[in-house]
């Protein structure tokens, strides 16, 4: 038979737990430096442990993702063969943009971007909960890594350091709520923000001027503005839904990224020159 | 409880958050949902040991899973402490168990631990949280998490058993708890 303790006590240990907790969110939303700390050193304690576990467990997880996402990856895989028919045939014309691109770096002064100091890293987790957008990176304070840089790999940005301990990093991904990045639309160069939408697949960005004339499938990159954490020109994604109605004060932009968040596995971290 | 049962619970929050940021978090979504372990596990912890230690025991594990979020540090402690109290109050007004009782404690305690995540992760300042597709992202991880009751409730009962003492059965066939 199952006994409670009065009614009183029961209330007073909720009391005293809601009050902790209250208390522990007021000074980690504060920005608290032992919070910061605990967390880092906790994520030393049980990254180990859950490297080892990953190793031998990561098959399992890979084959029941596989199971229940087959339907997706027959489509995408032909989508993909499509694809690369057409990026065989516009090979020889990135060849010359490419190089046309390198001139304009050095005509228009960005040395960031020329010269940047990156991080390989391979993607170890996901994020350990439904409503947030990260990935753990294998690098961390050790290596060089350090809050606010910025995340990238050859299609474009991913993301920027969120959280930093001794081994590894969290990068926050710019498809979740949380991340805003200065962006710039290709052929009218106008100015916006490009807010996550968590589980969609495009990045809505805000501000855009409604006089602005913006078109599909035009390229979106970042508009490395001051104290912005990521340096200019580098791609986001594709313009994939432009809304304009009269009398608004802004124009609704949809932006399709240009890297696959569901197959990310290795990134590079790029380290601002010193000085910056 | 003497310290076998603490050292088991201690041990499976430990389990729970390995599990949590490596098996789950990358493999076993079911259409990019995953279910939550600290949450289901508080479920079962609360039936068996009551409100007081359900909201113990929540806390611990939600501090231990918080540590490794984005949000802010207290969150998922306060959350689970307060679904782990209401469970063990909710236990203790049954008038009679069933072997549904696992997975329906498991999919209200996931609801209830979403909607609050998630109220209480707003009034924390993150209020992207209030969107349409945290709806669906707590629907189903309820039932994820109803699934999971099926596993939980049985560790639970061995967790939280102290020695030579058997634990009330969640199926019907009960005996002494605690």
Same mark, same amino acid.
């Given at each position: ?5 009065? =009614? ?6 909720? +009391?005293?737990?809601?009050? %902790? +907790?209250? %208390? ?12 910061? +700390?605990?967390?880092?050193? =906790? ?11 990953d190793t031998v467990f990561s098959p399992v997880g890979d084959w029941i993702d596989g199971v229940t996402s087959a339907a997706s990856l027959k489509d995408e895989n032909a989508q993909l063969r499509r694809r690369l028919d057409a990026a065989r045939g516009q090979e020889a014309a990135a060849r010359a943009a490419t190089? #046309? ?21 391979? /993607?170890? #987790?996901? =994020?350990?909960?439904?409503? #947030? ?7 961390? #304070? %050790? ?25 590894? =990093? ?31 697949? %495009? ?9 602005a004339d913006v078109t599909k499938g035009e390229v979106v990159y970042t508009s490395g503005q001051q104290n912005s954490p990521f340096p200019a020109a580098i791609p986001i994604g594709t313009v994939s839904k432009v809304t304009k109605a009269p009398g608004d004060l802004q124009q609704d932009v949809l932006v399709k ?9 290795? /990134? ?9 | ?9 201690? $041990?499976?929050? @430990? ?7 490596? @098996? !789950? ?5 079911? !259409?990019?949902?995953?279910?939550? *372990? ?22 611990? &594990? ?31 007004? *049954? ?21 609050? !995540?998630?109220? &209480?992760?707003? @009034? ?7 969107? $349409? ?46």
């Amino acid at each position: 038979m199952v006994v409670y303790q009065p =009614a009183n006590r029961r209330r007073t240990i909720l +009391a005293l737990i809601v009050l %902790t +907790a209250v %208390t522990l969110i007021t000074l980690d939303v504060r920005g608290s430096g032992p919070i910061s +700390a605990l967390r880092g050193g =906790a994520h030393d304690v049980v990254n180990p442990i859950a490297g080892a576990f990953d190793t031998v467990f990561s098959p399992v997880g890979d084959w029941i993702d596989g199971v229940t996402s087959a339907a997706s990856l027959k489509d995408e895989n032909a989508q993909l063969r499509r694809r690369l028919d057409a990026a065989r045939g516009q090979e020889a014309a990135a060849r010359a943009a490419t190089q #046309e691109n390198k001139d304009l770096k050095k005509l228009l002064d960005l040395p960031f971007v020329e010269n940047a100091d990156a991080i390989a890293a391979q /993607v170890v #987790e996901g =994020a350990p909960s439904n409503f #947030e957008f990260t990935v753990q990176i294998g690098k961390g #304070e %050790t290596d060089g890594v350090g809050v606010d840089m910025p995340v990238v790999t050859g299609a474009g940005l991913v993301g920027r350091v969120l959280a930093v301990s001794r081994d590894r =990093a969290t990068v926050l991904l710019v498809k979740d709520p949380q991340s805003g990045v200065g962006v710039r639309i290709e052929k009218s160069s106008t100015p916006g923000v490009a807010k996550g939408r968590g589980d969609s697949d %495009t990045l809505r960005v805000d501000f855009v001027d409604p006089n602005a004339d913006v078109t599909k499938g035009e390229v979106v990159y970042t508009s490395g503005q001051q104290n912005s954490p990521f340096p200019a020109a580098i791609p986001i994604g594709t313009v994939s839904k432009v809304t304009k109605a009269p009398g608004d004060l802004q124009q609704d932009v949809l932006v399709k990224p240009l890297v696959d968040f569901s197959h990310l596995d290795y /990134v590079k971290v790029l380290r601002p020159p010193p000085g910056r | 409880m003497t310290w076998l049962p603490r050292l088991r619970l201690a $041990l499976l929050i @430990l389990a729970v958050v390995v599990l949590q940021t490596t @098996l !789950f978090s990358a493999g076993l979504r079911v !259409f990019g949902v995953m279910p939550d *372990l600290g949450l289901v596990l508080t479920v079962a912890v609360a039936f068996y040991l009551g409100p007081e230690r359900g909201a113990a025991f929540g806390f611990l &594990i939600g501090l231990a899973v918080d540590v490794f979020l984005s949000t802010p540090l207290g969150v998922s402690a306060l959350s689970f402490s307060l679904v782990g109290y209401g469970v063990g109050v909710v236990q203790g007004g *049954l008038v009679r168990s069933s072997r549904w009782v696992a997975p329906v404690m498991g999919a209200l305690g996931g609801l209830a631990g979403g909607v609050l !995540f998630v109220a &209480i992760a707003a @009034l924390a300042g993150q209020d992207q949280l209030l969107a $349409l597709s945290s709806v669906r992202v707590i629907l189903m991880a309820s039932l994820y998490d109803a699934l999971l009751a099926f596993a939980a409730f049985p560790i639970a009962r061995w967790a939280t058993r102290a020695p030579g003492r058997e634990a009330q059965s969640w199926s019907g066939s009960a005996a002494v708890g605690r």
